[in-house]
């Protein structure tokens, strides 16, 4: 079993169509089961499928704004559909809030169409064979001349357990806050899990932004495949 984000859901004559974007991940000479999957599938392969309940409260849904005068996105390819979405759902609910999003990608090639707002910011970051996390950094502000700091923990430190703390969780178990953001900037960052949690140390350490302004989402971990 794997995660993946619903890029868009298309309901008509009865029927519901979602969409989901793979990352195939083999061009990092590494695969799994979900892009191996996608990379193979063709018209009438069957999956089993586990999404939230239209109307049900929270159930997978991370992104809670509340009353923040300023919302900035950040993520990795794996989090562009849901940044997408994010934005396209902004968008069609005429939210008036400034919303910037930076999202990085390998390539210029890997771009998506997001049909955002005129006021939505969005800034693609093709690495380029540069380190993975190293373009989301500065666009937070943080110098990183010393690189060595964005490069993500090595497989063997790491632990298997994702990165989860948003304002209304925390997976390390910290006291969290039950109210979404009252003013401020709200900050959603998603991508892998030792790129999120440096960018979450710099955020919240270093500049001291208030944890309950933030959701940090590792999606997925540099050397480590997902349980399931
Ligand atoms: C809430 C949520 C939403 C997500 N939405 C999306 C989405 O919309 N689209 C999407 O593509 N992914 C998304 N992901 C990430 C996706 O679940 C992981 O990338 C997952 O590990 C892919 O499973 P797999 O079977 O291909 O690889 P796994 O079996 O989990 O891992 C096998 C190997 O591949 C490596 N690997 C896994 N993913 C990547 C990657 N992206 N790049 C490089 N190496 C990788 C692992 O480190 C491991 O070494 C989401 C994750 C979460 C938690």
Redesign the pocket.
């Known amino acids: 079993m794997?995660?993946?984000?619903m890029?868009h859901i298309a309901r008509t004559d009865g029927q519901t169509r979602i969409s989901?974007?793979?990352?195939l991940?083999e061009a990092?000479g590494?695969?799994?089961?979900?892009?191996n999957w996608a990379k193979g599938a063709t018209p009438g392969d069957e999956i089993v499928l586990i999404a939230p309940k239209n109307g049900a409260a929270s159930g997978g849904i991370e992104f809670n704004h509340g009353d923040a005068e300023r919302i900035v996105l950040l993520g990795d390819?794996?989090a562009a559909?849901?940044i997408a979405r994010i934005l396209e759902d902004l968008a069609g609910q005429n939210s008036d809030t400034p919303c910037t999003a930076y999202i990085e990608v390998p390539t210029g090639d890997d771009q998506l169409l997001i049909e955002g707002a005129p006021h939505h910011g969005i800034t693609w970051l093709p690495r380029e064979g540069a380190l993975r996390g190293s373009m989301l950094a500065p666009a937070l502000g943080w110098d990183v001349s010393d690189e060595a700091r964005i490069s993500v923990a090595s497989p063997e430190n790491a632990d298997d357990d994702?990165v989860w703390e948003t304002p209304a969780y925390s997976g390390s178990g910290e006291q969290v806050s039950t109210q979404a953001p009252t003013a401020g900037t709200y900050y959603w960052i998603a991508g892998e899990s030792g790129v999120v949690k440096q960018l979450r140390r710099f955020l919240v350490n270093e500049i001291g932004v208030d944890r309950s302004q933030v959701a940090f989402?590792g999606?997925?971990?540099?050397?480590?495949?997902?349980k399931g």
């Open positions: 794997r995660t993946y984000s890029r989901v974007d793979f990352v991940h990092d590494v695969s799994g089961p979900a892009a390819e794996t559909p849901a994702l989402m999606y997925w971990r540099e050397g480590v495949a997902m």
